[in-house]
């Protein structure tokens, strides 16, 4: 079990740039990752994925070119990068880790078992 915790969200004009992190226990590093966000009045949806190993890394489309996810081992902790977000990404953002056919990239929302709570990213117009 991984318990996962979010920060750095916060207010950001459009076309810049935030970095926010998610602090894990221990056993962190046993953990294929993602970030999936929620904006209001939508579901929650994958759009950044990293195996365990950071071999191996996916976006969706829409982020794609301009998010960057990562994650130090050594700390627990996994980070995600953003940069010229845009006001449609205003969403709370939640990590979490893979609990279910984890061995391959993997972005269904059911298959993650642990979640932070969120951090919450504003982007203004």
């Known amino acids: 079990q991984v318990q996962l915790v979010e920060s750095g969200g916060g207010l950001v004009q459009a076309g810049g740039s935030l970095r926010i992190s998610c602090a894990a226990s221990?056993?962190?590093?046993?953990?294929?990752m993602g970030w999936f966000r929620q904006a209001p009045g939508k579901e929650r949806e994958f759009f950044a994925y990293?195996?365990?190993?950071?071999?191996?890394?996916v976006y969706a489309d829409s982020v794609k070119g301009r998010f960057t996810i990562s994650r130090d081992n050594s700390k627990d902790t996994l980070y995600l990068q953003m940069d010229s977000l845009k006001p449609e990404e205003t969403a709370l953002y939640f990590c979490?880790?893979?609990?279910?056919?984890?061995?391959?990239?993997?972005?269904?929302?059911?298959?993650?078992?642990?979640w932070g709570q969120g951090t919450e990213v504003t982007v203004s117009t």
């Open positions: 990293i195996d365990s190993l950071q071999r191996e890394t």
């Open positions: 979490a880790a893979c609990v279910k056919d984890c061995m391959e990239f993997n972005g269904n929302i059911t298959n993650y078992g642990y």
């Open positions: 221990r056993p962190f590093h046993k953990y294929v």
